[in-house]
């Protein structure tokens, strides 16, 4: 029996994965879980992403760790998971004398479908991404943006459980980028499938995913729901006039968390104290240390304040 003890309805259940290639450790001991929903893979180029996403297709095993896709584990049980996978490769080398739909069909047909099935399901994928009226077209004539379109469609037309895209928007002007953040969303959600996917870019993965899992150098850093993430490190922004270290020692003997910021105190949340409370250990180190407040504000935190803190 294995060291893996699957997390109730998760997508995804990595423990302990790592993956190596000669001398350089792409993944390095990751531990996460990608629930239901919409979930962002986030980190730098290198970071590690792809070479997770291919140890959820199968393609590759881990040197060390465990995974299960869909209550399964794809280095035993390969076919059987990407039956239920739809998967969109960031590069764009698609056969440019093809026909979109002819594409579409042909994967469709490789996921198992039988052929009067792949071309109906091809032609609904299509017209579900924008591109019925353009479907008989050779990819090769179609923009950088019709393409990203049509990855997204062959990765949908089998009708799977769950979807990996890596870098959807890479190459779209802005234009294509919201069409195409807005598509992805609408499959997470009245497609109901499962999304799992890729990005470098912090913005997106906070406008149109429910999870995020942070890779930094091949390691998970953080994950979970975005509130959550975002939530950590809500609390109260504090400038003070006067003995700033001497407030932050009153708090911390509160048991408050606190970080020193020039003439600027931020104090996190404490777990089990109710907002207020916060506010009146804040208002009373300030009074008994005799400073004067300039600002006190709620904090609030990005995505981007996660990662930098994280990432540091």
């Not at 440019?96 to 091809?122: K, Q, S």
Request: aromatic share 2%; with cysteine; proline share 6%.
């Amino acid at each position: 029996m294995g060291v893996h003890s699957s997390s109730p309805n998760a997508v995804v259940d990595g423990v302990a994965l790592t993956r190596r290639y000669g001398a350089t450790t792409a993944l390095d001991a990751a531990t996460f879980r990608v629930p239901p929903g919409v979930t962002g893979l986030l980190g730098a180029n290198g970071a590690g992403k792809t070479t997770l996403l291919g140890l959820v297709l199968g393609l590759a095993r881990p040197d060390a760790g465990e995974i299960r896709v869909l209550g399964l584990d794809p280095a035993t049980a390969g076919p059987e998971v990407r039956a239920r996978i739809g998967y969109s490769p960031e590069h764009h080398r698609l056969p440019p004398d093809t026909r979109a739909h002819d594409l579409v069909r042909h994967v469709a047909e490789v996921h198992g479908l039988p052929g009067r099935d792949a071309t109906n399901r091809a032609s609904d994928a299509l017209w579900s991404v924008g591109l019925g009226e353009e479907r008989f077209r050779p990819i090769g004539t179609m923009s950088t943006g019709q393409r990203q379109r049509v990855k997204l469609a062959q990765a949908i037309a089998h009708d799977p459980e769950l979807v990996l895209l890596d870098e959807p928007t890479d190459g779209l002007d802005p234009v294509q980028r919201e069409d195409m953040l807005a598509l992805i969303r609408r499959i997470g959600t009245e497609f109901g499938m499962h999304v799992l996917v890729s990005s470098h870019l912090l913005e997106e993965v906070e406008r149109i995913c429910d999870s995020a899992v942070i890779l930094r150098e091949g390691q998970v850093v953080a994950s979970g729901a975005i509130a959550q993430l975002t939530g950590q490190g809500l609390g109260l922004l504090v400038e003070l006039d006067g003995p700033v270290a001497d407030v932050a020692a009153r708090l911390e003997a509160r048991g408050l968390d606190v970080r020193v910021d020039g003439p600027r105190l931020v104090v996190h949340d404490a777990p089990g104290l109710p907002r207020g409370a916060v506010h009146d250990l804040v208002r009373d180190a300030v009074a008994d240390s005799g400073a004067g407040i300039r600002r006190l504000s709620d904090r609030t935190v990005s995505l981007e304040d996660v990662f930098l803190e994280v990432g540091g």
